[in-house]
């Protein structure tokens, strides 16, 4: 969501008029940017939720991928959007979009452009999934949704045609590794941030110390055992920023939401649980990242990060998630001019705003 925030930014700065329709905290996280926003649907259930985890367990699902497929299969599709489509469609009407740019893992945009026959757009917000993954994982998930608005279904590959127009990568070309599996549309773009201080008690807040940032946001559950643990021991070695509503030590900094790259000039190392958005924010800054992946794509992206030698994924254990603090810490593993040579990488990817522009040129009627 977060890069979708910035491209609507850009439009709206070139004199288009953004429009974003969903559940009430994506509306509200786009109003907060000054983008327009319709609230079309309840608030979704959390795929983190007890009842989600007691279908999961239900289901005999065991692995990460195994997880992450079930999920995106009977939730994102079967449940999010097949109740999206049908209300984002009569939205859409009313609004006559030139353009409908999406989250790549949200398909409810993709079928109701294709309805109305507009240019649709998708940005990664995941580790990337081809349309062979798509089709292996969800696609009788997918025939059922394009069936149900009224679109025919290719029996051989559901969802082909997602990618058809353009696919944004807001990563580098280092971190996604295997481009073959990405579109021919694909377009290399720079990642793009929102940070508003709006639901941060922080202000003006800098550290200036060699710090850890250590943040888990607040989708998923963590050991918070092992959490806390390794946040006690870690801030008697280095000064450390703690994010989160987890109870912590009275010695660490902590606050309920933190605009990421304020504590990115000055920090040591990145502790997380590779969600992407912190992950691209450490790497664009030149800071290594230790991940624990916890659910969704997270092991994708870990395995990302060490297999580019810009951090570590590490077990929920804190001595090996210490000891990955103090390898990093003391530089001798190469991960910091690793991460000097992605974040040149990154550099010199085009901007959120000179992709808009391109958008723009290409799609306009």
Not at 118 to 123: A, E, R, T
Not at 161 to 172: C, Q
Request: with cysteine; hydrophobic share 40%; net charge negative.
């Amino acid at each position: 969501m977060n890069g979708l925030i910035v491209l609507a930014q850009e439009f709206k700065r070139r004199g288009h008029t953004a429009v974003v329709a969903g559940p009430p905290s994506v509306v509200a996280a786009f109003q907060a940017a000054g983008i327009e926003g319709h609230v079309i649907l309840a608030e979704p259930e959390s795929t983190d939720s007890p009842s989600v985890h007691s279908r999961l367990r239900s289901s005999g699902i065991a692995t990460p991928a195994e997880r992450l497929a079930w999920t995106r299969s009977e939730i994102s599709v079967r449940e999010r959007a097949t109740s999206l489509a049908l209300k984002l469609r009569q939205c859409a009407r009313l609004l006559s979009p030139d353009l409908i740019v999406r989250d790549a893992t949200e398909l409810a945009g993709w079928v109701v452009a294709e309805t109305l026959g507009v240019p649709h757009v998708s940005l990664e917000v995941s580790a990337h999934w081809s349309i062979a993954a798509w089709d292996s994982a969800c696609g009788p998930a997918v025939s059922e949704l394009r069936e149900g608005i009224g679109l025919p279904v290719d029996s051989g590959s559901p969802s082909s045609g997602m990618y058809d127009h353009a696919h944004l990568m807001n990563a580098p070309v280092s971190l996604v590794g295997n481009v073959d599996t990405l579109p021919s549309t694909n377009i290399f773009i720079a990642p793009g941030f929102f940070e508003s201080t709006g639901r941060s008690s922080i202000g003006d807040l800098r550290f200036t110390d060699r710090h850890i940032y250590m943040a888990f946001g607040s989708v998923y559950d963590i050991p918070r055992d092992i959490y806390e643990d390794v946040v006690s021991r870690a801030s008697k070695i280095w000064p450390v920023v703690a994010v989160g509503s987890h109870r912590l030590t009275s010695s660490v900094y902590r606050d309920g939401y933190i605009p990421q790259g304020k504590f990115m000039d000055n920090c040591r190392a990145v502790f997380c649980h590779a969600g992407r958005s912190t992950v691209l924010t450490a790497l664009t800054s030149s800071v290594p990242v230790i991940c624990a992946p916890i659910a969704s794509d997270h092991h994708d992206i870990a395995r990302a990060v060490e297999r580019v030698g810009a951090g570590f994924s590490v077990h929920w254990d804190a001595e090996e998630i210490l000891q990955s603090l103090e390898d990093i810490a003391r530089g001798d593993n190469g991960a910091a001019d690793r991460c000097r040579e992605i974040a040149e990488e990154i550099a010199n990817l085009p901007s959120p705003g000179e992709i808009v522009d391109w958008l723009i040129d290409h799609f306009s009627r």
